[in-house]
Structures are given as C-alpha cells and as structure tokens.
C-alpha cells in the first residue's frame, strides 16, 4: 500500500520548523505563552476572556495546530477589545500588527481554505519569516 502523507501536518511541520529557525518568532511565541499563563492564573482575567468567549489557548509542541490557536484567541481578544481592557493588569507583550498578522494571514491563506496545494506552504512560510525578521 502507498502511504499518503496528510498535507496538515506536513503544514505544521514546516510552521514548527520555522518558528524554531526564526529567533524573533520563537521568543514571541514563548513571550506569549508566559502572559497567557499569567491570565490563566488569575480568576478575574481568566472571567473577562470567558464571559467574552474568547479563552485563552497555550502553544504547545505535541499539539497540531496549537500555535494558530493561540494566535487565534490572541486576535480574536483584540478584535474583541479584551486587549486593552486588561492593558494596565496585564499588557500583552508582543505587538499584533508585527508578529501575530503575518502568521494569522498565514493561516487565512492556507488552513481554512477549501483547497490548497503543499507548495503554496513554503512561499507563504518565507513571506512570514521575512515579516518577521523586518
């Protein structure tokens, strides 16, 4: 039998891969992961995002797209104005248009489309990590 290979992972794998060869990236990434965990830890932060319905996720390494779902959250509490309701118990420690736009748009562009083809991945990768690194 032939393997099939499921173009999903091979996109998280290659968005692994990228955040861990792009230096800003990874140190946004963990950066946010701290200021979630803070929210995480407090009852009155942990309500304002619930009551919103838009809970905060943590990146994680073992999970397949978890790191979009945190960027997701991350978004979808800013659109929200969760962001800048929190901003002086706890502001959030990366700025949105620098590294949370390209890797949202990354995901816009490819994950929740109806079709797309594994060699729009790494032109899309290379456009964000060249963001990234401006």
Partial sequence: MP?????NHKINLVVRSAIKNTPIM???????NVWITKIKKSV??????????????LDNETRWGSTFLMLEQIIKA?????LEEIKAECPCPVSLATILIPAYLFKIGLAERQSAIIAEVIPSILRA????EK
């Fill in 26 to 32: 990874l140190k946004h990434v963990r950066l946010l």
């Fill in 44 to 57: 009155e932060l942990t309500k304002v995002f619930a009551n919103a319905k838009c809970r905060q996720r």
């Fill in 3 to 7: 393997r099939i290979s499921c173009a």
């Fill in 78 to 82: 800013e659109n929200k104005g969760l």
């Fill in 129 to 132: 990590i060249s963001d990234w």
